[in-house]
């Protein structure tokens, strides 16, 4: 379960950029006329840099996300009003089932066998769309005439506030059980910013200013997604070596820095398999990252973390350390043994110490923690050696 602050943290982002343009949108009298007439274009050039930048990263699922829209967009600007109308009702049940979906779906690569069957699955999509919008079915219609709600909605059809609901709800839960907040958070935000867009359409500029809004979260997703690979370990979601390296070209006149290893963790490994290994390894991550006293957990290699002090004098930084020890020899882990399940304790050792006049860069004071770590590994593990 995700923790509340990580929650707020990642959601600030995409409700920010949201309630600037509802401001944009409650304001029209008072911003000129141009921006809103460049609006679409401003739309169409930013999908297709998502579109050209996705494929680069292999960040896919935003093609499928985006393409919908721009295919909306062009419906929208060039349709007879009646075909309008159809897709309109078709698009607000689409899409937000299409956002889960992709959302939920692993990156295969586009032109792998998973990615050609996502393009097929979306070229059959909107075909269907395309045949219901110029041969209309009179048993869709009646399906989609079903009043499940006492008030009404109006012009979303009832059917599609229950999808809404029901993706809404979904999106919810991943937002709060899920690890990949970044893309969570944006995508509930991108759902309701489709619905008010949807629900506003005859209000102008809105639906534009709400596709705008749409594509402008993506790529924001896409330059944080960028920096996350860039800087963060993938297995336990901690700043890795690279934003360690940068955070200590930041440092200041007084800091103090502990380096922490698991112990015996390649006995571990070799008597439960490295996939329990990876598990023990997020587990130690999510202990260590939840450090206090303005301490600052990153993963610096294999089982080796660093926990970074700004300003903080060693003793008051071995209390912490030695609180997360104690903490993290305390939280039994399960593992499957022998079609057995088995309770087991992980220990960490941790060497700590403060930067002097003597230290040429904080290497030198890594190092110094380094040699206290192996006093605490020589002493007996489990324990936090000031160094």
Do not use: C
């Amino acid at each position: 379960m995700n923790s509340l602050k990580q929650i707020v943290l990642n959601l600030a982002i995409p409700l920010g950029m949201a309630f600037i343009f509802l401001f944009l949108l409650l304001k029209q009298t008072q911003i000129p006329e141009l921006f809103y007439l460049l609006t679409p274009y401003i739309f169409y050039a930013i999908s297709f840099l998502i579109i050209g930048v996705s494929w680069r990263f292999n960040r896919n699922r935003f093609i499928f996300i985006i393409t919908p829209l721009i295919l909306l967009s062009i419906g929208f600007d060039y349709m007879s009003a009646a075909h309008k109308n159809i897709l309109f009702t078709y698009g607000s049940i689409l899409f937000p089932l299409q956002l889960l979906i992709f959302s939920a779906l692993k990156e295969r690569g586009l032109f792998s066998i998973w990615g050609i069957l996502k393009i097929l699955f979306v070229a059959l999509e909107i075909a269907f769309v395309l045949y219901l919008i110029y041969f209309p079915q009179n048993y869709f219609k009646e399906l989609l005439d079903l009043k499940l709600f006492a008030k009404s909605f109006y012009p979303l059809k009832d059917v599609t506030i229950g999808i809404g609901i029901f993706v809404t709800f979904v999106l919810s839960a991943m937002v709060i059980f899920n690890r990949y907040l970044i893309y969570n958070t944006s995508f509930l935000v991108i759902l309701l910013s489709f619905y008010t867009g949807m629900f506003y359409i005859k209000t102008p500029n809105a639906i534009d200013l709400a596709f705008l809004l749409i594509a402008t979260i993506i790529f924001v997703v896409l330059i944080r997604e960028s920096y996350r690979l860039a800087f963060y370990d993938e297995l336990t979601q901690l700043p890795g070596r690279r934003a360690l390296v940068e955070d200590m070209a930041k440092l200041g006149m007084k800091y103090s820095l502990a380096m922490v290893d698991i112990d015996f963790f390649k006995k571990f490994n070799d008597t439960y398999g490295h996939d329990t290994g990876d598990e023990v390894l997020k587990m130690v991550a999510s202990k260590l990252e939840s450090v206090s006293g303005g301490g600052k957990a990153y993963r610096y290699g294999g089982e080796e973390f660093v926990l970074l002090f700004p300003s903080v004098d060693v003793d008051v930084a071995f209390g912490h350390t030695d609180l997360l020890r104690n903490i993290i020899s305390k939280s039994g882990f399960t593992v499957r043994n022998k079609q057995k399940n088995k309770k087991i304790f992980i220990n960490i050792s941790a060497g700590i110490v403060q930067n002097t006049q003597k230290d040429k860069d904080p290497f030198a004071v890594m190092k110094r923690a380094d040699n206290a770590l192996y006093k605490a590994k020589k002493a007996g593990r489990n324990k936090v050696i000031q160094g």
